[in-house]
């Protein structure tokens, strides 16, 4: 963010169930990422589920919120459940 910029950038963290592990989610949730210009991970929990910690402008967040309710093509999305994590700025994107 530069001196004047009124961009106003937001943290999110979202948990993504069903069939979303072994399927290329993580990777390519990291590229729809990208392409919006937002920061975080997406990674594989132990119950099955993916962790997508996201920072980016409110606009890019709802975008990437509406990709992962659909995913990549071999998802079946069952859920996306979206927590806000007021005061946290992430940088670059990791898959882990």
């Given amino acids: 963010m530069t001196a004047g910029d ?12 069903g069939r ?7 990777d390519s949730t990291r590229k729809a990422a990208s392409e919006l210009g937002i920061a975080g991970h997406a990674i594989n929990l132990d119950n099955g589920n993916v962790e997508v910690l996201a920072s980016g ?7 990437l919120k509406n990709w992962l309710r659909q995913g990549p093509p071999l998802a079946a999305v069952s859920n996306v459940e979206e927590i806000s994590l007021p005061g946290q700025t992430l940088r670059g994107f990791r898959v882990g």
């Fill in 6 to 17: 009124n961009t106003t950038f937001e943290t999110r963290r979202f948990i993504v169930s």
């Fill in 20 to 26: 979303v592990q072994g399927v290329w989610f993580r």
């Fill in 57 to 63: 402008t409110p606009e890019a967040l709802q975008q």
